[in-house]
C-alpha cells in the first residue's frame, strides 16, 4: 500500500484499488479507482450512487457491483461519495452542486485517461444527476441508468441522446411504474435498450448479479475492439 499527497489530494494505492480526495471546485470529493489488473484498458467509467439524504453512498452494492461488471469489461471502473457524502466536504445541492461533481469527475478520467472514452453509470438519483451531464458531454460515449426513478424525477432529456444507452429496470421498483418506463423507451432513439429484471425491486435486491452481467455484456460490446495500454 502506498499513501502519499498529490495536487492536495489524498492518495492511498491498495492492489488495483486507489483512494483519493480530488478537489472539484468549492469541494473535494471522495472517490476510489479501481483499474483490472488484465491490460490493456478499454474506456473509463464513472459511476454515480443513489440519493445523498437516504443513505446513498460510493459502497451502495449495486454501484459497486456495476463497477465490477464494468472492470470486467475492461474498464476503469471510478466511484465517488457526491458532495457531504463520507469524506467528501460541502453539503447536499439538490442536484445542482451534485451535476457539479460529475462533471469535475468526467474532467478528471479525461485528463487521467486522454485515449480512452469514458462512459457514465447512474443509479436512481445519481441516475438523474450523471446522465444529464453523460448525455451533453461529448468525451462520455455510452450511458448506463439503473433504476430511473421515474415516478420522481424527469428523464426526458433522455429522449435527444443518440449515444448508445442501458436501462435497467426491476419489474417490481416501486419508484419506477412499468407503463412509465415503457412510454420512455418508446420514445428513445435506437442506440437506447432496456432490460426488464424480473421481479427485482428498486434496489434489485436479490439480482444484483444480473445487473452486473448486463453492465459487463453491455461495455464489452460497446468497446469490444478498443485497445489502449
Known sequence: MILRSMHSSLVIRHSSLELMLIAAGE???????????????????LLCHPHPLYGGTMNNRVVYRAAKGAAEAGLAALRFNFRGVGASTGSYDKGAGERK????????LSGRYPALPLALIGFSFGAWVGLQVGCHDPRVQALVGLGLPLDIYDFDFLIDSEKPSLFISGTRDRFCQREKMELLARRLPPGSMVSWVEGAD????????????????????????NHRR
Open 27 to 45: 469541494v473535494k470529493l471522495e472517490v476510489v479507482l479501481w483499474e483490472p489488473k488484465a491490460r490493456p484498458l478499454r474506456a473509463a467509467a
Open 101 to 108: 461533481d460529475v462533471a469535475a469527475l468526467v474532467d478528471y
Open 202 to 225: 428498486h434496489m434489485f435486491t436479490r439480482e444484483v448479479n444480473q445487473v452486473q452481467g448486463l453492465v459487463r455484456d453491455f461495455f464489452r460490446a460497446q468497446f469490444e475492439g
